[in-house]
């Protein structure tokens, strides 16, 4: 059994808080364990929590249409959340829920070491990018232990907000250009602050 798979075991049998009473399946992620770019959302919804995949409402019709952009499909790459579970009535999620969901997150990311990680929203932003603003830091990259960080909107927000279609396109269109030359990334050496999840 692959490490993804052992691990995916581990995350429907968690219990660290109440979001495992109410969901319907956890959501751990999906993709190939030796993806280069990995994608880190907020929290699954309803759609998600039905199915026990990521992304796969409106907001990940979207996603698959972003990635189309780049010549990429979403087998290709590892999609995942900051939460496991769904927040009932698609809440945001709770500090003490991200936090439980911490160590699941981590593993991740030591099983697949991507050479990208790029945050979807501001859940997974301000565990990367502490106390930045998503309108000052989308679409630009840092680097940290030779992995690029690379902040965009969250699909969903583009289903609400018409106006950030461009912008988020525009962001998207980055990613190639940015891993085909790592270099050009500046080498950051602050570690991301791990528990500082609402910058």
């Known amino acids: 059994m692959s490490a993804l798979s052992e691990l995916y075991k581990e995350i429907a049998a968690c219990r660290r808080c109440d979001l495992a009473k109410s969901r319907t399946r956890p959501v751990p992620g999906e993709g190939p364990e030796n993806a280069e770019i990995m994608f880190i959302g907020e929290a699954p919804g309803w759609h998600e929590?039905?199915?026990?995949?990521?992304?796969?409402?409106?907001?990940?019709?979207y996603l698959d249409s972003l990635l189309a952009?780049?010549?990429?499909?979403?087998?290709?790459?590892?999609?995942?959340?900051?939460?496991?579970?769904?927040?009932?009535?698609?809440?945001?999620?709770?500090?003490?829920?991200i936090t439980a969901c911490h160590q699941w997150l981590e593993r991740q990311m030591e099983i697949i070491h991507p050479r990208m990680i790029i945050t979807l929203g501001r859940y997974s932003l301000g565990k990367f990018f502490p106390g930045e603003s998503i309108s000052k830091v989308h679409g630009t990259a840092r680097k940290r232990d030779g992995v690029i960080y690379f902040a965009m909107y969250h699909p969903a927000a583009a289903l609400h907000q018409q106006s950030l279609r461009p912008v988020i396109e525009q962001d998207v269109l980055k990613i190639p250009p940015l891993l085909a030359r790592t270099e050009s990334v500046t080498e950051t050496k602050s570690p991301p602050q791990q528990l500082n999840l609402f910058g």
Do not use: M, W
Request: glycine share 10%.
């Open 49 to 61: 929590d039905q199915q026990g995949r990521p992304f796969v409402g409106p907001a990940g019709q």
């Open 69 to 97: 952009l780049i010549n990429l499909k979403r087998e290709q790459v590892y999609i995942t959340n900051v939460v496991k579970s769904r927040p009932p009535g698609n809440r945001e999620p709770l500090p003490a829920e």
